[in-house]
Every structure is written in structure tokens, then in C-alpha cells.
């Protein structure tokens, strides 16, 4: 977020529970409260993305008015006087918690989002539990487990509509709305079909903006634990270069903390046969996708080429912009020329029958579990599925939680070699542009011997932040490059 030049911006004084505040003019309550250091509750807010004052968590108090009025759109005023506090804010939060419940399944403890419920979070908080719920009728909803990625239980929603937001203004599908009006209102897809038969990409941005257990994520530990409890079976695990970190903070490590070394020792703990790097697999893709691109040059066929790595941008194309297909490289994501590597060069070299192999992958992506079960994804056979299971980040935590492992006392040990060894060109797909980057640096140097010169990109006018340009002159040809940022700048 940019910051705000406040001698530019035009103040507003207030006064919240009778501290003076300022703020830049056109801000809400909710903001202006929060830079005084204030916290105001919220359920249905997304910054951005979904302001709508839904779900009257974050009712406050103003001076003169005639009833309390939501924080996260009021806009504030100069000489304002808020309260946030109150019995009467207070009694009304409780309220509408009780109403809340009333409507909603209540099976906390058998939820996978307990613990991490921003509704029971709030309950706890205002002291509210499920005997003061109102009594009444329920909606019955079956379960939605029609995609590989997620699970949706509207038994569990609270009609915040911050997915529906996100699913439309974030990543610009819109494959689920609100329907139907009353007490009937609900979030489904068009026609009430099941999400698997909807332009759902899979990438699972729902999930994310759900605060409750509505939208899940399908957990698979156990049946990696199942695995890994057979002997008669070969277990290998791949970890995308992201997830080394991430993971460090669900153990209260400092954000962006690198656990390469400590992720490896515990994978090892778990039981896995062999632990190993996606980044060797990224540099299989990069050859992949260089050689494919300077094939194009020559020819000038199915030009310009747009990265595949991302299943979820994948499937986006198919869905809306089939026209572009040919334009994506015939190359596997790295998740999937590693696994094809594991059943066929690693099932040789380790004289092992590939039926015999479990390949696990660690990756950031809920769309890598929908891009795993893809039907041409069986280099080793009709079958033999590339990967057999993609797990989270989340879910290797969970994993490691429920082994018992001290993360933060773990040894730092390296990937196993050679699955696990890897250039620095595969570090470049953690970045915006870098698949392509790493592509045109292997091309320019196979095609010139010298190494391409540091990308100079620049942003394109008259366009949402998030896409940049850059030219370059890689054998006599000249390439332009372009990076988007997200499927909504791709649109």
C-alpha cells in the first residue's frame, strides 16, 4: 500500500471515545480508528475488495445521529465524535453474534477451521456461545465437494459475501454470487450447479477471504500418512521454493524467514523416503520453455508465448480466452515434470516399479491439487498419475504439529541430491515475471553466449499497477516482454 503524504492531504479532526484523532480526509471511521490505535470488530470487511457493512459488527456510536452506523463506510467528518465502546455498541455487537449463531452449524469442534474462526474468535471475545443463540429454522445445505481443491459448506456461511467479492473483483471470474432473496439467500454458482461444473479456476482466493469454515481447503494428511505407514510403498516429497518462507511463520518465526534446512530434518522425521527440491524441476521447465520459445523465434508461429507454470491461469484460459491456447508452451509445471521424473529416471535409477511410488508436493497453490488429477498428467503410464497427492503449506504444518516435531529445534540438513539440486533459475519463479525471466536468460545465452543484461522493466501507461514491459535483443530478434501481476491485470 502506498503511503499517504500527510502534508498533501487534507486532515479531518475527531475525537474517538474522547481522544482527538486526525485523519486524511475521505477516510471511514474503521480506518481512522485503526490509525489511532483503535480496533473495531469486522466480519464482512475486505479493504478494497468488500465494503458493504453487512454483517453490523463494526456498529459504533457517532454523536447527533440517530442510530449506531456501520465504521467500514461511514466516512468521517471534521468535529466528529465517535464511540466505540459502549453498552449500547456493546449490546448490539452481542446481538447480532446471537443472530449469527442462530442461522449457523455449529459444529466448532469438528470444523478444520476451529481455532482460526474469525466468528468464534468474535464469540469468545463478547462472550457469546451457542446456548444464546437464537432458536428457530435452519437452512439445510448438502455439502459441495465437487472440486479437488475445496470443500463448501454453506450450513457454515454467514453470507459476509467477502468470497463472492473476491471471486468477482480480485480475480475477475465470478463463479459464485448470491442468490435468491429472504431467508433463502445463499452463495452458489450460476444455476445452483456444483462449483466442479462452474469457470471455477481452483485457485482457491476463496478460501482465503472466508472467515469462517464455509470454503476449506481439501486436506489429503491422511492419506500421506497412510502412505507413509506402508512398506510396501516409496515415498518422495517435493517442496515448492515458497514454501521454505512461509512455513517458518506458522511456527512463529519473523515473516519471510528461510527454513530450507529445518523443513528438510522434519520432512525426514515424517518418515518420507526421499525429500527433494521443485527447483530442479523448475530448471527442467525453464529448458523446456527456452528451447520451445527459440523454436517459435525461427518460425513465428503461436507467438507470443505466455508462461504455463500457474494451473489456475491455465484453466483461466481455457474457460475465457481459448483462443490463447496455442499460445501457451507444450512444457509441464515443475510439480509435474517432477513427478513424471520420479516415476520414470528415479523409478529406474532406484530399481523401483512406479506403481510402488508415492509422490507428495508441498505447494503455496490450492490450484496444484486440481492440476495433478488432469487426465494427461501420466508420463509413466495410463494410471500412474505424475503426482499422487499435493498438500499445503498448511497442511505440512499440520503434519509436523500432529508428529510431535520441535520445528524451530530442528537440525538444518539439504535436499537429498540429485532430485535436489538446482541452479539459481528456479528462484526466479517466486518472483512476478520470472518464469519468463529465467526463459529468456537461458535463450539469450544458448543463442548469443553471453549472459542476458538485468531486466529494466517499465510500467505500462493507462493500465492497473501490476503489469510492466520490457524490450530485448536475443540473437538478432527483438523481444518484448510483458509481466502481469494476477489474473485481474490479465483479463
Known sequence: MEKLNLQTVDMVNLRINNIPCRAPAGSTILEAAHA???????????????????CRMCVVEVKGAKSLVTACVYPIAEGMEVFTNTKRVQAARRTNLKLLLSIHDQECLSCPRSGECELQRLCREYGVDNNMAFEGEKNQYEIDASTPHLIRNNSKCILCRRCVATCEKVIRVSA???????????????????????ACINCGQCIVACPTGAITTVVETDEVWAA???????????????VRATLGESFGMPIGSNVEGKMAAALRRLGFDGVYDTDFAADMTIMEEATEFMERLKTGEHLPIITSCCPGWVKYCEEFYPEFLPNLPSCKSPQQIFGALAKTYYAEKHGLDPKDIVC?????????KFEHKRE?????????????IALTT???DNMIRRAGLLFEQMPDEEFDPALGIASGAGHLFGVTGGVMEATLRTAAETLTGKELADPVFR??????RGIKEAEYEIGGALVRVCCVSGIRNAS
Open 376 to 388: 494427461d498428467e501420466c508420463a509413466a503410464g495410463e494410471g500412474i498419475p505424475d503426482v499422487d
Open 176 to 198: 459464485i454470487a448470491v442468490s435468491q432473496r429472504g431467508f433463502k439467500t445463499h452463495v452458489g454458482s450460476s444455476f445452483d450447479v456444483s462449483l466442479g461444473q462452474s
Open 228 to 242: 507413509i505407514d506402508n512398506p510396501a510403498k516409496h515415498v518422495v516429497i517435493q517442496t515448492a521454493p515458497s
Open 459 to 464: 510500467a505500462v501507461r493507462g493500465t492497473d
Open 36 to 54: 489511532a490505535g483503535i480496533a473495531i470488530p469486522t466480519l464482512c470487511y475486505l479493504k478494497g475488495v468488500n465494503e458493504i457493512g453487512a
Open 360 to 368: 507428495i508436493s508441498v505447494m503455496p497453490c490450492t490450484a496444484k
Open 394 to 396: 498448511r497442511a505440512l
